[in-house]
């Protein structure tokens, strides 16, 4: 048997020499050390050998069986080395070639504009303030001096959760919040952007949710004048240099005397066109002298203090300042459309 064991061994690591692939090399191991293969059959045939021969066959045989793994795994390891050197011959990568490009992003449009506002009046010495989008019906509308039989509460205006909660339809909430928290003493000086909610039909220049910015200044001595400076050089800053202003009187409850304020129409300097309906201006926001019942209201005594307050729709100033001609342009999420104002 001796002499068997050790003819298999030469003719087995043979074999492992000549292999040229993996399945070449498992072909031997299952052909020598499989349950059939002729080891196997040599350690069966032990039976009829005597006491002092098993233990001599049986440590040969585990050698050999020994000896021929080895071989195969070292081949194994010759063959995957030589097949990864072949791939990376046949498999080059020119990294010299440029990539493929990948599209960036930007700020929304009117999220930029928003950011372009804000630092515009944070050099004026305006802080940015914020409030809940679902709001108190208190902060809402009666704190801004309007009562609960006040026309401009009508139910058709507004999103009610509760019959004292809303999702607010303005960001003058935040006004009056912030007064409170003043408990009297003054300055406050502050603008408040945010989203907006109100019960409106969706059309090119509606929708039930938009954004606005208000404004408002508070302090001994504020005047009209000091008002209409402010909104002069947001204009300009906003629109350029050549835009001219105007007041008209108006109404809004919170304010009194309240105003609305126009712009020189870019388009025709001021001769009337189309876009101004030819009148050479185009209104752009409301503001007005604080009421003194919120004043008074939020804690301000107005025989001592006064102030003023604006606000404006972020997505008409944009469509004013690039043209666009519908709103809904802003919230359909379209990219040809939106791309257009990545570097605005």
């Not at 400076?229 to 240099?241: D, R, S, T």
């Not at 388009?267 to 752009?284: A, D, P, R």
Request: hydrophobic letters at 35%.
């Amino acid at each position: 048997m001796k002499e068997r064991l050790e003819e298999l061994k030469q003719e087995a690591l043979l074999q492992v020499e000549q292999a040229d692939t993996s399945e070449d090399l498992q072909q031997v191991k299952v052909s020598f050390l499989g349950k059939k293969g002729p080891i196997t059959e040599v350690l069966r045939g032990m039976g009829k050998l005597s006491k002092d021969e098993r233990p001599v066959i049986g440590q040969m045989a585990n050698e050999v069986r020994e000896a021929i793994s080895e071989a195969i795994e070292t081949k194994q390891a010759t063959l995957e080395a030589k097949k990864l050197e072949q791939q990376l011959k046949e498999e080059k990568i020119d990294v010299t070639l440029p990539g493929r490009p990948v599209p960036t992003g930007g700020p929304h449009l009117l999220t930029k504009l928003i950011q372009d506002i804000e630092d515009l009046f944070i050099g004026m010495g305006f802080s940015v303030a914020e409030g809940p989008e679902v709001e108190q019906d208190y902060y809402n509308f009666e704190a801004l001096n309007l009562p609960k039989d006040h026309p401009a509460r009508d139910m058709q205006d507004s999103f009610y959760i509760t019959n004292e909660l809303l999702l607010r339809t303005q960001t003058s909430p935040i006004q009056a919040r912030t007064m409170e928290k003043h408990e009297g003493r003054g300055p406050v000086k502050i603008i408040c952007p945010g989203k907006v909610y109100r019960r409106d039909t969706d059309d090119a220049t509606h929708s039930h949710q938009f954004t606005q910015i208000e404004g408002l200044y508070v302090d001994e001595n504020v005047r009209m004048s000091d008002l209409k400076g402010v909104l002069n050089e947001f204009a300009k800053q906003m629109f350029g240099n050549d835009r001219e202003i105007r007041l008209r009187p108006s109404f809004f409850p919170f304010t009194e005397p309240s105003v609305e304020m126009d712009i020189s129409c870019k388009l025709c300097n001021g001769e009337g066109c189309s876009v101004c309906k030819g009148t050479g201006w185009i209104e752009i926001l409301g503001a007005g002298m604080v009421h003194p019942n919120v004043l008074r209201m939020s804690g301000f005594d107005p025989e001592k203090y006064s102030g003023f307050a604006f606000g404006m729709g972020p997505e008409r100033i944009a469509m004013l300042k690039y043209g666009i001609e519908d709103i809904r342009h802003f919230y359909t999420n379209d990219v040809r459309f939106l791309k257009q104002f990545h570097q605005a």
